[in-house]
Structure formats: structure tokens, C-alpha cells
């Protein structure tokens, strides 16, 4: 079983910057496409950004985009979200998410599997 840990949440004014690693335990993680997504009590998770195996390609949610970098060193088996300009509507517990298949980035079931969280609060 892959293991995924993120790390790197926390709290930040609106406005700031935060930045998001998710380290995995598989040998084999440049086969891997990576995602990040997030959840707030009573809403289900959302996409937020995905990254191809290769690093070459990059998707994001419209309400991220030109804010959020989604990055990976297959080096070190890990996989960032660069947050900046965020918005309190950015809170909620960031999950990342690896999977083989290369379709279908945005969609939560596609993925095999998940971090346990960080949580992001971003005060007004």
C-alpha cells in the first residue's frame, strides 16, 4: 500500500502564501499522475490541481487558477502546491492523490490512492 503524507498546512491571512508537499512512499512515483484536492465539512472534495507523470502537463480548477502551482520532483517522490493571493474561501483540509490512469484528472473516484490531510484556514 502507497503511502502519501502532506504537510505544510496551516493557518495564513488572506492574501499569503502557503506551500503544500506531499511525500509518497512508493519506489516507483514517476509513473504516477498527482493530484490535489480539498474538502470542507459537509461539501464533498473537490479538484483543486493534477500533474502528469512527467511534470508536463498541468490542470487546475478555474476558482485556483493563476494562483496555485502544482509542481513534482520525482527525485524525492514528492509533489507541491504553491499557494499564493489565498482567499478564505481556499479553507478546508487539502488532500493529495496518486493514480496510473491518465484521464479523467479532475475526478476524485479516478484516483487510487490518498493522503491523510492538511488543513488550510486562510482568516479574512
Known amino acids: 500500500q502507497v503511502q502519501l503524507v502532506e504537510s505544510g498546512g496551516g493557518l495564513v491571512q488572506a492574501g499569503g502564501s502557503l506551500r503544500l508537499s506531499c511525500a509518497a512512499s512508493e519506489r516507483t512515483f514517476g509513473i504516477y499522475n498527482l493530484g490535489w484536492f480539498r474538502q470542507v465539512p459537509g461539501k464533498e472534495r473537490e479538484f483543486v490541481a493534477a500533474i502528469t507523470r512527467s511534470g508536463g502537463g498541468t490542470f487546475y480548477a478555474d476558482s485556483v487558477k493563476g494562483r496555485f502551482t502544482i509542481s513534482r520532483d520525482n527525485t524525492k517522490n514528492t509533489v507541491y502546491l504553491q499557494m499564493n493571493s489565498l482567499k478564505p474561501e481556499d479553507t478546508a483540509v487539502y488532500y493529495c492523490?496518486?493514480?496510473?490512469?491518465?484521464?479523467?484528472?479532475?475526478?476524485?473516484?479516478?484516483?487510487?490512492?490518498w493522503g491523510q490531510g492538511t488543513q488550510v484556514t486562510v482568516s479574512s
Open positions: 492523490a496518486m493514480k496510473l490512469s491518465s484521464t479523467s484528472y479532475d475526478t476524485t473516484r479516478r484516483y487510487d490512492n
